[in-house]
């Protein structure tokens, strides 16, 4: 069965960084883009980026581009977010999730990792 | 960058009510719209994608509609598990972005 088991989240001072990690089994990793999305406390979803399939193309949103970058190494389905430069406003639940259409990375997502809390703080 | 904007924010239902909730985009998206529900404590789940089409294994009592900027999730007869906060997510363009959320309780 598809599975994404999500590891990296914890406490980091402002400014600083950290890397998730999704680790993917039952699925042919390299044919489906990977997306990352976010929750503040008791907020609404956020969109953070998407990896296309074959990792061609990278997209992120507004509020992370310049700091967050996403990649994957697919001998190891895995796909990563590097967040650098960290904000408060950064805290949250973040979950990966895969795009359902094979060869894509602009579509639903279907498979939902655990998700992973991530909190900045001084 | 394209907007979305849900409404309501809220809504209180009873078990058997029929539940519309709109999303509104600021430009047209075509039909590159998804719904989805989320429970407290976990990850969305998958409704509806372009527009109108039901996701594999979702009960046939939630559907959607629309085009170009207005959208739209029914559900025809609110069940116990229905109530969860629903978001609606724009696919048409980069950033891809979700609407506020709909929170529907008894």
């Known amino acids: 069965q598809v599975q994404l088991v999500q590891s990296g989240g914890g406490v980091v001072q402002p400014g600083r960084s950290l890397r998730l990690s999704c680790a993917t089994s039952g699925f042919i990793f390299n044919s489906f883009g990977i997306h990352w999305v976010r929750q503040a406390p008791g907020k609404g979803l956020e969109w953070v980026a998407v990896i296309w399939y074959d990792g061609s193309k990278k997209y992120y949103a507004d509020s992370v581009k310049g700091r967050f970058t996403i990649s994957r190494d697919d001998a190891k389905n895995t796909a990563y977010l590097q967040m650098n430069s960290l904000r408060v406003e950064d805290t949250a639940m973040y979950y990966c999730?895969?795009?359902?259409?094979?060869?894509?990375?602009?579509?639903?997502?279907?498979?939902w990792g655990q998700g992973i809390l991530v909190t900045v703080s001084s | 960058d394209i907007q979305l904007t849900q409404s309501p924010s809220f809504l209180s239902a009873s078990v058997g009510d029929r539940v519309t909730i709109t999303c509104r985009a600021s430009?047209?998206?075509?039909?590159?719209l998804a719904w989805y529900q989320q429970n407290p404590g976990k990850a969305p789940k998958v409704l509806i994608h372009?527009?109108?089409s039901l996701q594999s294994g979702v009960p046939s009592r939630f559907s959607g509609s629309g085009s170009g900027t207005e959208f739209t999730l029914t559900i025809s007869s609110l069940q116990p598990e229905d109530f969860a906060t629903y978001y609606c997510?724009?696919?048409?363009?980069?950033?891809?972005?979700f609407g506020g959320g709909t929170k529907v309780e008894i």
């Open positions: 430009q047209d998206i075509r039909s590159h």
């Open positions: 999730a895969r795009d359902q259409r094979p060869g894509s990375g602009s579509y639903v997502v279907d498979y």
């Open positions: 997510q724009q696919l048409d363009s980069y950033p891809l972005a």
């Open positions: 372009a527009a109108s």
